[in-house]
Structures are given as structure tokens and as C-alpha cells.
């Protein structure tokens, strides 16, 4: 399998490039709003947090690939399920910390060139780590979850995923008022929401993909 993964260089360097292709569609409308507006509108890091949001989506996309595709094929092909589990992992992970990191750079390459050197409102540098570490792990967990619910249970898997879907757009912005925190509690209690919520995904996910029966998943 980490052959076959690793011949798919292309497909990674497509999920790179439709990163950078995000960021310079903003970077390129931030520019024209200087033009417009004076140095208000590149005051912002919005590039930086476009970057970012799209590193989470391309993430998600390449985690769904390794899940969906690879999974079926390298366990077809013989290949040990609990091997072919912990590959995903890995390279879910792998991949997840380099489009972070891709997404720092671009971000320091707009300050540095599309800047023009004044300060900047760096975004990206308001995120404390554990939002970058939820960012590049939480996807991976996201799809091996999503896999494993539609695999076991097909068609109607696709209500629990809803389901779970809308519990965490509404869980972490009705948090406050299920229990009544101060803000900085609240910032406080959402690492650990998101670490156990990453956690649960995850084994739950991986407990099912290592049980399903990949004919009739």
C-alpha cells in the first residue's frame, strides 16, 4: 500500500497546487481591494486564513481518498487490514502536517512580498497550536469515521452522519449556553472538545474499518 500511495505523487501535488490556487485567487483580490480602497485592504491576513480553511478542505479530501480508495484496494489486494489502518494514519497525518506547513509559508510569503514589508494582521498567528494540530489530524479522523459508519451500515450510515455532522456545527457555538462558562473558560474547554471529539471519531472509525466486510460495504 505505501508503494502505491507513494506512485500517487501527482494526486498530492494536485491537492497543493488547488491550496496555492485558492490563495492567490484571494491574494489577487486583496491586491485589487488596495488599489480600491488604499492599504486598509491588504492590512489583513485574509489570504493566510483562506490558505488555511482550504488546507482543511484539501486535508479532508486526500483523508477521504486514502479511506475510500486505497483502504478497499489494498485490503482486495491481501494486504493486512491492520497494516493498511495504520497506513492510513500515517500518511493522513503526513499529509495533514504538510499542507500546515504549506499554509504557514504562503502565508509568510504574502507578508513578505504581496505586504510590501508594512505590518500585517498575521491571522494565521492568532491560531494556537492546538487549532493547527486539530487541523491536520481532525480531517483524517473525520474520514476514517465517515468510511467506517457508511461501509457497516451503507445507506443509512448517511443519517448518522448527518447527524453527527450537526452536532459538532452546533455543540462547540451552544457550549456556552449548555454550560455557562467565561470566555476564557470557553476558549479553555475547546481543545479539549476537539481532542475528544477527534478521539472518539477516530477509534470508533478505526474499530469498524478493521471489522467490515469490504464486499458488502
Known amino acids: 500500500m505505501w508503494r502505491q500511495v507513494c506512485l500517487g505523487r501527482g494526486t498530492m ?3 497543493w497546487c488547488i491550496q496555492f490556487g485558492l ?3 484571494v491574494s489577487v483580490v486583496m491586491l485589487i481591494a488596495e488599489q480600491i480602497f488604499g492599504s486598509e485592504g491588504v492590512a489583513l491576513g485574509i489570504p493566510g486564513m483562506a490558505a488555511f480553511i482550504g488546507g ?13 480508495v486505497y483502504f478497499a484496494l489494498a485490503v482486495n489486494l491481501g ?6 489502518v495504520a497506513g492510513i494514519w500515517a500518511l493522513g497525518a503526513l499529509y495533514g502536517a504538510a499542507i500546515m506547513l504549506t499554509t504557514v509559508l504562503l502565508q509568510m510569503l504574502w507578508a513578505a512580498t504581496f505586504a ?3 505590518p500585517v494582521l498575521d491571522m494565521i498567528s492568532l491560531i494556537p497550536w492546538w487549532g493547527w494540530a486539530s487541523a491536520a489530524l481532525l480531517p483524517v479522523a473525520f474520514s476514517v469515521f465517515g468510511s467506517g459508519i457508511v461501509r457497516t451500515f451503507g445507506t443509512r450510515g448517511g443519517v448518522v452522519l448527518y447527524i ?3 452536532a459538532f456545527c452546533i455543540v462547540p457555538s451552544q457550549m456556552n449556553n449548555i ?4 470566555e476564557e473558560q470557553l476558549l479553555a474547554a475547546l481543545p479539549w472538545f476537539f481532542a475528544v471529539l477527534g478521539v472518539v471519531c477516530g477509534v470508533v472509525g478505526t474499530i469498524l474499518l478493521l471489522r467490515v466486510n469490504i464486499k458488502n460495504g
Do not use: K, Q
Open 179 to 182: 454550560i455557562p462558562l467565561e
Open 164 to 166: 453527527a455532522f450537526m
Open 13 to 15: 501535488l494536485t491537492y
Open 23 to 25: 490563495w492567490l485567487l
Open 79 to 84: 494486504v493486512c487490514r491492520r497494516r493498511v
Open 116 to 118: 510590501g514589508g508594512r
Open 56 to 68: 482543511i478542505l484539501v486535508v479532508f479530501c486526500m483523508s477521504v481518498t486514502l479511506t475510500g
